[in-house]
T-cell receptor, first 111, second 116 residues
C-alpha cells in the first residue's frame, strides 16, 4: 500500500529541546493531519491542516501544510517526557475519506 | 467528543480458527469505517473501507475472502479474520469519520491479534 515518507525515523532528545519532523509525498493532498500513537493504542489526532500554506498551532505543537500540497512539517517546542511516542503524518485525497499514513517518527525524550 | 470503540482489545487464537473484531462508533453514526493493520514498529496500512449496507472496498493485496468485513448498522463494523495463521498476527485498528467528507478521523484503541 501507499505510504508517505516521514523523517526522521527516530529522535532521541533531551527534555526542553525543540523537535521538528516532516512528511513528503509524491501525490497532492487536500488535507494533512498529524497523529500521535502511544504503545498499544490507536492514533490520536494532534493537528489538522486544510489549506496549502496553512500554519496551525495546538499548544506547543505547530504544523504547516506545504505550498506544493506535497509536504507538511510538525514542530514540538520545549519537549516534555509525555511527548514520547510515535508521530504519524497522514494525507487525505479529495472526495474520499481514507487516510494515507506516513512511516512514523519515534520520539524519545530524556529528562 | 466522538469515540470509536474496538472489542476485544487483544485476542489469542489457534492457527486455522476465525476471529471477529468489532468496531463501534459510540455517540455518532458512521456510514463509513476503515480498517487498518499495523505490524510492529511499522505504520498503519489501510486494509479496507467498510460501507454501511454495501460491500467493503479492499485495498490492493488484501484478500477479501480472508478478511471479511460486515457493516450492518450505522454504528457497527466487524472484521473477521478467517482461517488465521501466525502471519496474520498484528495490531488491527478501525477508524470512522464524523459525517461524509469529514476530516477528523477517530480511531479505536486497536486489537492485538496473536495467532499461535
Amino acid at each position: 500500500g501507499q505510504q508517505l515518507n516521514q523523517s526522521p525515523q527516530s529522535m532521541f532528545i533531551q527534555e526542553g529541546e525543540d523537535v521538528s519532523m516532516n512528511c513528503t509525498s509524491s501525490s497532492i493532498f487536500n488535507t494533512w493531519l498529524w497523529y500521535k500513537q502511544d504503545p498499544g493504542e490507536g492514533p490520536v489526532l494532534l493537528i489538522a491542516l486544510y489549506k496549502a500554506g496553512e500554519l496551525t498551532s495546538n499548544g506547543r505543537l505547530t504544523a504547516q501544510f506545504g505550498i506544493t500540497r506535497k509536504d507538511s512539517f510538525l514542530n514540538i517546542s520545549a519537549s516534555i517526557p509525555s511527548d514520547v511516542g510515535i508521530y504519524f503524518c497522514a494525507g487525505q485525497f479529495d472526495n474520499t475519506d481514507k487516510l494515507i499514513f506516513g512511516t512514523g517518527t519515534r520520539l524519545q525524550v530524556f529528562p | 467528543g466522538a469515540v470509536v470503540s474496538q472489542h476485544p482489545s487483544w485476542v489469542i487464537c489457534k492457527s486455522g480458527t476465525s476471529v471477529k473484531i468489532e468496531c463501534r462508533s459510540l455517540d455518532f453514526q458512521a456510514t463509513t469505517m476503515f480498517w487498518y493493520r499495523q505490524f510492529p514498529k511499522q505504520s498503519l496500512m489501510l486494509m479496507a473501507t467498510s460501507n454501511e449496507g454495501s460491500k467493503a472496498t479492499y485495498e490492493q493485496g488484501v484478500e477479501k475472502d480472508k478478511f471479511l468485513i460486515n457493516h450492518a448498522s450505522l454504528t457497527l463494523s466487524t472484521l473477521t479474520v478467517t482461517s488465521a495463521h501466525p502471519e496474520d498476527s498484528s495490531f488491527y485498528i478501525c477508524s470512522a469519520f464524523l459525517g461524509q467528507g469529514g476530516t477528523e478521523a477517530f480511531f479505536g484503541q486497536g486489537t492485538r491479534l496473536t495467532v499461535v
